[in-house]
Protein backbone atom coordinates (compact mmCIF):
# COMPACT_ATOMS: atom_id res chain seq x y z
CA UNK A 1 0.00 0.00 0.00
CA UNK A 2 2.93 2.41 0.67
CA UNK A 3 4.57 1.57 -2.57
CA UNK A 4 1.15 2.08 -4.75
CA UNK A 5 0.74 5.92 -2.48
CA UNK A 6 4.43 6.61 -3.00
CA UNK A 7 4.06 5.37 -6.87
CA UNK A 8 0.86 7.52 -7.30
CA UNK A 9 2.41 10.63 -5.55
CA UNK A 10 4.99 10.69 -8.12
CA UNK A 11 2.99 10.24 -11.31
CA UNK A 12 0.76 13.25 -9.97
CA UNK A 13 3.74 15.16 -9.26
CA UNK A 14 5.42 14.59 -12.41
CA UNK A 15 1.72 15.19 -14.54
CA UNK A 16 1.85 18.53 -12.67
CA UNK A 17 5.23 19.37 -13.71
CA UNK A 18 4.80 18.02 -17.99
CA UNK A 19 1.60 20.37 -17.52
CA UNK A 20 3.19 23.42 -16.05
CA UNK A 21 6.48 22.64 -18.84
CA UNK A 22 3.91 22.67 -21.19
CA UNK A 23 2.03 25.56 -20.50
CA UNK A 24 5.67 27.51 -20.25
CA UNK A 25 6.63 26.75 -23.33
CA UNK A 26 3.16 27.72 -25.14
CA UNK A 27 3.63 30.81 -23.58
CA UNK A 28 7.11 31.72 -24.70
CA UNK A 29 6.36 30.44 -27.91
CA UNK A 30 3.57 33.30 -28.02
CA UNK A 31 5.91 35.88 -26.63
CA UNK A 32 8.24 35.33 -29.19
CA UNK A 33 5.24 35.72 -32.07
CA UNK A 34 4.39 38.77 -30.64
CA UNK A 35 7.58 40.04 -30.54
CA UNK A 36 8.85 39.27 -33.93
CA UNK A 37 5.97 41.06 -35.43
CA UNK A 38 6.37 44.05 -33.16
CA UNK A 39 9.76 44.44 -34.55
CA UNK A 40 8.48 43.71 -38.08
CA UNK A 41 5.94 46.06 -38.03
CA UNK A 42 8.46 48.98 -36.16
CA UNK A 43 11.24 47.82 -39.17
CA UNK A 44 8.21 48.57 -41.90
CA UNK A 45 7.56 51.84 -40.06
CA UNK A 46 11.60 52.67 -40.51
CA UNK A 47 11.50 51.88 -43.95
CA UNK A 48 8.46 53.53 -44.46
CA UNK A 49 9.43 56.42 -43.15
CA UNK A 50 12.72 56.43 -45.40
CA UNK A 51 10.06 56.59 -48.29
CA UNK A 52 9.14 59.85 -47.27
CA UNK A 53 11.93 61.31 -46.93
CA UNK A 54 13.11 59.93 -50.02
CA UNK A 55 9.78 61.37 -51.80
CA UNK A 56 10.29 65.15 -49.98
CA UNK A 57 13.92 64.60 -51.18
CA UNK A 58 12.58 64.24 -54.85
CA UNK A 59 10.31 66.97 -54.43
CA UNK A 60 12.61 69.58 -53.12
CA UNK A 61 15.08 68.89 -56.11
CA UNK A 62 11.98 68.66 -58.29
CA UNK A 63 9.01 70.38 -58.07
CA UNK A 64 7.48 68.83 -60.54
CA UNK A 65 7.61 65.24 -58.92
CA UNK A 66 4.87 63.05 -59.34
CA UNK A 67 5.83 59.19 -58.83
CA UNK A 68 3.09 56.95 -57.51
CA UNK A 69 5.45 54.13 -56.51
CA UNK A 70 9.56 53.68 -56.60
CA UNK A 71 11.74 51.04 -55.81
CA UNK A 72 14.36 51.25 -52.75
CA UNK A 73 16.58 47.94 -51.85
CA UNK A 74 13.88 47.05 -48.76
CA UNK A 75 10.92 47.05 -51.57
CA UNK A 76 8.95 48.99 -53.36
CA UNK A 77 7.33 52.93 -51.32
CA UNK A 78 3.44 54.07 -52.78
CA UNK A 79 3.18 57.64 -53.27
CA UNK A 80 -0.88 58.91 -53.07
CA UNK A 81 -1.47 62.90 -53.49
CA UNK A 82 -4.30 64.95 -51.36
CA UNK A 83 -2.37 68.07 -52.84
CA UNK A 84 0.46 67.66 -54.72
CA UNK A 85 2.30 71.33 -55.15
CA UNK A 86 4.12 73.04 -56.69
CA UNK A 87 4.23 74.90 -53.29
CA UNK A 88 1.72 72.85 -50.79
CA UNK A 89 2.25 69.19 -50.60
CA UNK A 90 -0.01 66.72 -48.91
CA UNK A 91 0.99 63.26 -49.01
CA UNK A 92 0.62 59.84 -47.59
CA UNK A 93 3.19 57.31 -47.95
CA UNK A 94 3.11 53.59 -47.19
CA UNK A 95 5.01 50.43 -48.66
CA UNK A 96 4.06 46.82 -50.52
CA UNK A 97 6.17 44.77 -49.31
CA UNK A 98 4.87 43.56 -45.81
CA UNK A 99 2.32 41.98 -44.16
CA UNK A 100 2.90 44.54 -41.06
CA UNK A 101 1.76 47.41 -42.73
CA UNK A 102 2.01 51.52 -41.76
CA UNK A 103 0.72 54.42 -43.69
CA UNK A 104 2.78 57.84 -43.01
CA UNK A 105 1.04 61.23 -43.75
CA UNK A 106 3.15 64.44 -44.63
CA UNK A 107 1.92 67.80 -45.13
CA UNK A 108 4.79 70.40 -45.77
CA UNK A 109 5.16 73.50 -47.77
CA UNK A 110 7.87 73.65 -50.86
CA UNK A 111 9.50 77.27 -51.09
CA UNK A 112 12.63 78.86 -52.55
CA UNK A 113 14.55 78.69 -49.50
CA UNK A 114 13.66 74.74 -49.01
CA UNK A 115 10.64 72.51 -47.28
CA UNK A 116 8.60 73.64 -44.23
CA UNK A 117 7.10 70.43 -42.54
CA UNK A 118 4.02 70.96 -41.16
CA UNK A 119 2.94 68.08 -40.51
CA UNK A 120 4.44 64.25 -39.93
CA UNK A 121 2.00 61.58 -38.90
CA UNK A 122 1.32 57.55 -38.91
CA UNK A 123 -1.97 57.06 -39.50
Avoid: H
Avoid at 66 to 74: N, W
Amino acid sequence: MKGFVAISTVLILLSIVIAIGITVTYLSIGEARSSLSLYQGEDNLDFTEGCAEDVILKIRSNSSFSGTSFTRPEGICNVAYALSGPTNWDLTINSSTSTYQRKIRVIFTRNTTGITLTSWKEI
